[in-house]
């Protein structure tokens, strides 16, 4: 456990809003004090920038990472970009899934990055052969959050079915249980841990059937867990779901009770009013990630229509098309002003809480995400000095950051009271572009 320590911010994002001159006192993995005017002790390490709550990342596929800037070379559609996402599904083991997702995160942790929710599917061997250990490779990513120095929510996922009506084959294989019951009793075995906490996920209303849905639903309520669900991200989903149930998928996760503020829809970029209505009315969170959204050319979802309607957004780099949740934060308010050609629709304060406090509630960890006391201390510092950030001012702080800063401008992170991004370096893994790189070698060769 970390011990007591005393960091001094040259500014700080509070709950009140932009803090001058700000004395954060932590003790093992808390905040104990938040004093704004405060001078530095002699023991404080000195926090030069704007210091954040730590980032959520509310949507993780820790393998994708190894298609970027692989599937940009192609034309196509996101069923063309599944089939490369496929071919590296195919070839990892627990052990190479661990030293890549090692990898990732620590690049997440270079971002000021905390947090994460990693949806995770890939559960067997080759051929759907269950591991000795049937949750190798979800604990293979739990150990490497671990050695990278971040939380983790596991969002251990239900994948049943290769489309509505259809078995899974290829690499689908490995994604399978069976059956809800027999993926709620692997599930079950998965253990929390000081840094890592468990959830479930319903893949989509395409790989779980509605008949498959409850004992997922289920499972999750029984826990007080998250319950995550990719949802409607592409028009041929809603149209085989039309076709299957005479529903769109957001109908079918409400008859099936899949909704509520535990739950959160990932995409959710093709809806009706109705479906609107419904995730809203449930308080169900909405995770966008429109760095991937636009890389797949899903479209743009109704995000600020779903934020008034009830449902708290939240961001995530999905597949790490790029890394970056200031870029995630202000695409959710630059494609909207593209969407609608007027500016405006989201403040800069709405966004940042999207990518802090509302993203860590999603996750299971409503105790993060903001700076004050009794939180856990998770924080990142944005340095000012940069040429993106030149010319700052305290009055416009929270625009400043969203609008033009990006994962290159962060310099320290602090999780759990414990140093783990110094200057701009890990401190754990040390070389992560290394690590990335041998990663790859393994996985692509």
């Known amino acids: 456990m970390a011990a007591a320590r005393k960091w001094w911010a040259e500014y700080a994002w509070t709950p009140g809003g932009l803090a001058e001159r700000v004395l954060i006192e932590t003790e093992g993995e808390r905040i104990r004090a938040v004093r704004p005017g405060a001078d530095a002790p002699s023991e404080a390490e000195r926090l030069r920038g704007l210091t954040l709550p730590g980032l959520a ?64 599917y890939l559960h067997h061997a080759p051929g759907g052969v269950p591991y000795a250990d049937p949750n190798a490779m979800g604990e ?48 079950g075995g998965l253990r929390p841990a000081a840094h890592a906490r468990i959830g479930a996920a319903l893949h989509s209303v395409r790989a779980v059937p509605r008949e498959q849905m409850d004992p997922v639903v289920a499972w999750a309520a029984d826990r007080d867990a998250p ?11 809603n149209e085989a779901c039309q076709a299957a149930y005479g529903l769109t998928p957001a109908q079918v996760l409400a008859e099936a009770g899949a909704l509520g503020p535990r739950t959160s829809v990932v995409h959710a970029t093709h809806l009706t009013e ?77 966004l940042l809480h999207a990518a802090t406090a509302a993203g860590h509630a999603s996750l299971g960890w409503p105790e993060a995400g903001r700076l004050e006391p009794g939180a856990l201390a998770d924080f990142v510092t944005i340095a000012l000095d940069t040429p993106r950030l030149a010319g700052f001012r305290p009055d416009t702080a929270a625009e400043s950051v969203v609008f033009a800063a990006t994962a290159a401008d962060v310099r320290h992170v ?28 393994e996985v692509l060769a």
């Open 274 to 350: 109705q479906d609107v209505e419904l995730i809203g009315a449930s308080r169900a969170y909405t995770c966008m990630c429109p760095t991937t959204e636009r890389d797949l050319a899903d479209g743009i979802g109704p995000a600020r229509t779903l934020y008034e309607a009830g449902s708290p957004v939240t961001l995530g780099s999905d597949s790490h098309a790029v890394i970056d949740l200031f870029e995630e934060a202000r695409a959710v308010e630059l494609d909207e002003r593209l969407r609608t050609e007027t500016r405006g629709h989201w403040s800069a304060a709405e």
């Open 57 to 120: 990342n509310a949507h993780s596929h820790a393998f994708h990472r190894a298609l970027r800037g692989r599937t940009q070379a192609e034309r196509g559609t996101f069923w063309t970009w599944r089939r490369q996402m496929y071919a590296v599904a195919e070839r990892l083991t627990p052990e190479s899934y661990r030293a890549l997702a090692r990898a990732v995160y620590a690049e997440m942790a270079l971002a000021g990055i905390t947090c994460v929710g990693e949806f995770h």
């Open 140 to 187: 293979a990513l739990i150990q490497a959050a671990a050695e990278a120095g971040i939380r983790i929510t596991l969002l251990d996922t239900c994948y049943l079915a290769g489309g509505i009506g259809r078995p899974l084959e290829g690499a689908q294989l490995r994604f399978g249980d069976g059956d809800a019951e027999r993926w709620a009793a692997r599930a």
């Open 414 to 441: 602090v999780v759990g009271g414990r140093p783990v991004v110094r200057d701009g370096a890990h401190l754990l893994v040390g070389d992560v572009a290394g690590a990335l790189e041998r990663a790859f070698a």
């Open 227 to 237: 319950l995550h669900v990719h949802l409607s991200e592409q028009r041929a989903e």
